[in-house]
T-cell receptor, first 113, second 114 residues
Framework: QQQVKQSPQSLIVQKGGISIINCAYENTAFDYFPWYQQFPGKGPALLIAIRPDVSEKKEGRFTISFNKSAKQFSLHIMDSQPGDSATYFCAASIGGSNYKLTFGKGTLLTVNP | DADVTQTPRNRITKTGKRIMLECSQTKGHDRMYWYRQDPGLGLRLIYYSFDVKDINKGEISDGYSVSRQAQAKFSLSLESAIPNQTALYFC?????????????FGPGTRLTVL
């Protein structure tokens, strides 16, 4: 049973465009929603995270939008750059502790110059 | 992240062989994790450890075992490797007392079972 569904599987965007990756979850006990970024040959690294007490969090060009009633959250990358090309994973955990993250299947983002 | 190291980085082995993947960290974190990554399947948790005396199974622990030798070391073993264990394996750490909930991943071990 997949508890975090991520889409699309792959995404191609032109430089300067907006990249949008969506995730939906099933378990209403989830209360921490991070996004991880993974470059080829590297391990994933935390990009940005949100808790359900806010509907949006922005860090530079990266924004998480959170819709608690719909059980959905999304990552928006504004002014996408070729250096943003990577695999992005959404994740969720329970109780504010990250000891048991459940990951989505990942989205391969390619930003063309 | 150089604070979390994994050895070997690449390994090719044969079906039935015993394999050990090692993870070391200098971050001083109590919690350590092993994940496997497969194309299109994301990251799946194999085992996790809250401290040296606490080890827990993840969602896909069958065919794997672990050993927490010290706070800084967490090893993953495949007792009898099979081809469907071919994957990218990641070790990660976290600090439950930190202000932010973050897992820090190592560079990964690419394992091929022939």
């Amino acid at each position: 049973q997949q508890q975090v569904k991520q889409s699309p599987q792959s995404l191609i965007v032109q430089k300067g465009g907006i990249s949008i990756i969506n995730c939906a979850y099933e378990n209403t006990a989830f209360d921490y929603f991070p996004w991880y970024q993974q470059f080829p040959g590297k391990g994933p690294a935390l990009l940005i995270a949100i808790r359900p007490d806010v509907s949006e969090k922005k860090e530079g060009r990266f924004t998480i939008s959170f819709n608690k009633s719909a059980k959905q959250f999304s990552l928006h990358i504004m002014d996408s750059q070729p250096g943003d090309s990577a695999t992005y994973f959404c994740a969720a955990s329970i109780g504010g502790s990250n000891y048991k993250l459940t990951f989505g299947k990942g989205t391969l983002l390619t930003v063309n110059p | 992240d150089a604070d979390v190291t994994q050895t070997p980085r690449n390994r090719i082995t044969k079906t039935g062989k015993r394999i050990m993947l090692e993870c070391s960290q200098t971050k001083g974190h109590d919690r350590m994790y092993w994940y496997r990554q497969d194309p299109g399947l994301g990251l799946r948790l194999i085992y996790y450890s809250f401290d040296v005396k606490d080890i827990n199974k993840g969602e896909i622990s069958d065919g794997y075992s672990v050993s927490r030798q010290a706070q800084a070391k967490f090893s993953l073993s495949l007792e009898s490797a099979i081809p469907n264990q071919t994957a990218l394996y990641f070790c990660a750490t976290s600090d439950p007392g930190a202000a932010t909930d973050t897992q820090y991943f190592g560079p990964g071990t690419r394992l091929t079972v022939l």
